[in-house]
């Protein structure tokens, strides 16, 4: 069975400072990977996606996240953060199982960002 | 291109009643999934209709159901509310062959 871990529940970091969210994965093979952005009281909206190919992908907003296979991580950086990308962030594994495609999501990282 | 739209916005509901989510998938996207995401616990996944057809679910009770319409809208119910059931109900929708969902902005539901 997949799964996803975010080991950061909250942080905060100051306007203009460079962000790096974390994200491990368990999945026996190749894995479907995703970032999600969720602003308060609002859906889902995709920041970036990897399948296969250049592990560093470049997403909307300024975001990259970088996969690396060896440590089964996949996070997400900006290098200098602005006041509204303060939101919950989600990493998320996909696969496919039994002719369907499975999408598990992590617990989400709430970040704040302050002046 | 419209995306994935939910109704209603907002839901109050008193312990036992019925609740109904509407959910109009992007156009031409056939699969339709349903997260419950309450406070705290993350997205769980609820459902998924593909074709009008149920295909998964997850780990929730029998009174979480739903339906899948021939034009790919969908429809959750949840019968005998419970105060647990406050939650926002997210909606996302794809094409089969596709990786990755687009989110409607959610229903959010309050059992009073």
């Known amino acids: 069975a997949q799964s996803v871990t975010q080991p950061d529940i909250h942080i905060t970091v100051s306007e203009g400072a460079s962000l790096e969210l974390r994200c491990n994965y368990s999945?026996?093979?190749?894995?479907?990977l995703f970032w999600y952005v969720q602003s308060p009281g609002q859906g889902l909206q995709l920041l970036l996606k990897y399948f296969s190919g250049d592990t560093l992908v470049q997403g909307i907003k300024g975001f990259e996240a970088e996969f690396k296979r060896s440590q089964s991580s996949f996070n997400l950086r900006k290098p200098s953060v602005h006041w509204s990308d303060a939101a919950e962030y989600f990493c998320?594994?996909?696969?496919?199982?039994?002719?369907?495609?499975?999408?598990?999501f992590g617990i989400g990282t709430k970040l704040q960002v302050i002046p | 291109e419209a995306g994935v739209t939910q109704s209603p916005t907002h839901l109050i509901k008193t312990r036992g009643q019925q609740a109904t989510l509407r959910c109009s998938p992007i156009s031409g996207h056939t699969s339709v999934y349903w997260y419950q995401q309450a406070l705290g616990l993350g997205l769980q996944f609820l459902l998924w209709y593909d074709e009008g057809e149920e295909r998964n679910r997850g780990n929730f009770p029998p009174r979480f159901s739903g339906r899948q319409f021939p034009n790919y809208s969908s429809e959750l119910n949840v019968n005998a509310l419970e105060l647990e059931d406050s939650a926002l109900y997210l909606c996302?929708?794809?094409?089969?062959?596709?990786?990755?969902?687009?989110f409607g902005s959610g229903t959010r539901l309050t059992v009073v």
């Open positions: 996302a929708s794809n094409d089969l062959g596709d990786y990755g969902y687009t």
């Open positions: 998320a594994v996909g696969a496919r199982s039994r002719g369907y495609q499975k999408v598990t």
């Open positions: 999945y026996g093979a190749t894995p479907y």
